[in-house]
């Protein structure tokens, strides 16, 4: 095992604990924007500053600070908005123990997180309002056990107009009327919420990963994780006050939710996007210059630029000035965003970084983004560790790797006896590595070792510059009968280059042999099949199999001849994804086995054919 280490490429501040991160920058960018959203898309747009920013975490906070919560689980949940913030900080900044929930957890899940979590009070959005009458009446007549005391509506003015805040129950509160109650004891001279010691090192955030509620593992982190994590970030990429940065992904989600308290320590301005039918006018009308996501994300914009290059007839010019351009940057000379203006106006036009993490993504759509002129960057990491371990940057941007670790940040690999081109698991050491599991010694104990590194689950090798390759995870190894290994990532990858393919997904069928079979299922775009295979119409399925045998045929020439896809079907319908845009794979590969078995058909009798036939049927 031969540990690497980060180093800073940019001089950046510690903080001590969250709430000095964020208040400090309150502080010193008071007159810039910290945040810009819409409560609907058909409204206008709202802008906070940081100094409002900042009086409304305090104010909020000295009510928690004086209330009989304070230092106890206080939970929030809800789309992303402002105040969804201005919670989650207060929590945090009172040496409360927050806990985030996913948005998108149906009832019955949130009221098993809630009861695991011994959550006192929840900070929820408005559009959660009527489950949260449903909880509070179940709660009322006795048929759950929660703890839960206060249900605090973020902006009550979100509610519908059929809705309102119950006057016979004193459990749901405005969060407003927290805010300035809290206020009023701060201009009476309160100043018990900056006067509370916080416990850097001990547990102040349960994060539940993604996974049914029996099964989640609670991850217990504590301010010095995640100020730690800030730092190693801010000394790695670089952003400066009054930058704009697009967030989309859910706030509960550790690398949204870490990122973005990168950002708010640098006086980044977050613009909040609409939703996902809004990202490209949310780009158009907010020119951030920043943005931290996940690979679908800018997979599906590509796409669209791709589709408006190939409208106007500009793809030859273009094709033509991407080695003109790069030849002239070779030299010194980068007239990149000059030369593709057109093609960054589609993206706000002043857009120059962008952050993938959560998945791996296609070489191409990286290539692309950097022909335009955007430093495109691959990141790394898990909710157990803060979560960025690593991510490409200026200094070291190796193509088909996550970058180096961060500074302060060790990675290596564990090598099996019977490895072979230094391929492993990937382990990590570092103050950003999680306390444990939420009540779970022995989950803990499986993951991180004796000697402190936290074993992360996913296989891969670290190269001659230091940088980190994931090859897939360990838990969807794909066993052969053979013995021999293969990881769907790598097979995905190389499905996805196919022209009109969105995604795919790899997975070990047991055949009537009972041999492992290797098979995929292909997430189509018919519309642009038919263009590939110049169709005057719409593609048929006899059409879309011809194309798509012939290149899977290429697909399996670029593998060994053990990791070859045997059999495929393709479908137009969505994959079972997780909120961040996972595939969940058990999920997916079980929805996919019962079809085949409500239709008695196997992968071999399917192989090439159209799968949502048997949704039809």
Known sequence: MHPVKGTAVYKAEKYDNIRDLILTSCDKNEALDAFIFRRNPKQSEIHRTYHEFGEDIKSLGTYIANSKYCGDKLAVVGENCYE??????????????GVPLDRMLPEEELI????????????????????????????????????????????????????????????????????????????????KFMNISIDREAARIILFTSGTTSMSKGVLLSHKNIASNVYSITSTLFVQPGDRAFSILPLHHTFENTCDMFLLSMGVCLCLADGLRYIVKNLQEWHPEVCISVPLL????????????????????????????????????????????DVLDKLGGDIRMVVIGGAGIDKRYIDAFTDFGID????????????????????????????????????????????????????????????????????????????????????GYIDKTGSIHVTGRVKSMIVLTNGKKAFPEEIESLITEIKGVNEAFVWGNRNDREAIDICAKLLIDRKEIGNQIGSKGVPTDEEISTYLNDAMHEVNHKMPAYKIVRNYVFSEQD???????????????????????AASANMRDMNGTNLDRLVSQ
Request: net charge negative; glycine share 6%.
């Open 84 to 97: 969804w913030f201005v919670s989650y900080i207060a929590i945090l900044s009172t040496d409360s123990v």
């Open 112 to 191: 098993a997180l809630l009861e695991r979590s011994e959550s006192k009070i929840l900070f929820y959005h408005p559009k959660h309002h009527s489950m949260m009458l449903s909880i509070a009446q179940k709660q009322r007549d006795g048929k759950i056990d929660i703890k839960l005391e206060k249900y605090i509506c973020m902006y009550a003015d979100g509610l519908t107009s059929k809705e309102s805040m119950p006057e016979d129950d004193e459990r749901f509160v405005k969060l407003e009327d927290l805010i300035a109650e809290g206020k009023k004891l701060r201009d009476n001279g309160d100043d």
């Open 298 to 341: 800018y997979e599906n914009i590509y796409q669209k630029i791709e589709s408006g290059i190939a409208e106007s007839g500009k793809q030859k010019l273009i094709d033509i000035m991407i080695p003109v351009t790069k030849f002239l940057k070779f030299f010194g000379l980068d007239i990149r965003r000059a030369i593709f203006k």
């Open 376 to 459: 495109f960057f691959m990141g790394y990491g898990l909710t157990e560790t803060s979560p960025v371990i690593s991510v490409t940057n200026t200094a070291c941007n190796v193509h088909g790797s996550v970058g180096r670790p961060l500074v302060d940040i060790e990675a290596a690999i564990a090598l099996d006896s019977d490895s072979k081109n230094g391929i492993g698991e990937i382990i990590t050491k570092s103050d950003c590595v999680m306390l444990g599991y939420y009540r779970n010694d022995e989950a803990t104990a499986e993951v991180i070792d004796k000697d402190g590194w936290f074993h992360t689950g996913d296989m």
């Open 575 to 597: 994959m079972i994804k997780t909120t961040t845009l996972k595939i969940k794979r058990t999920k997916e590969q079980e929805a996919i086995e019962s079809l085949l078995e």
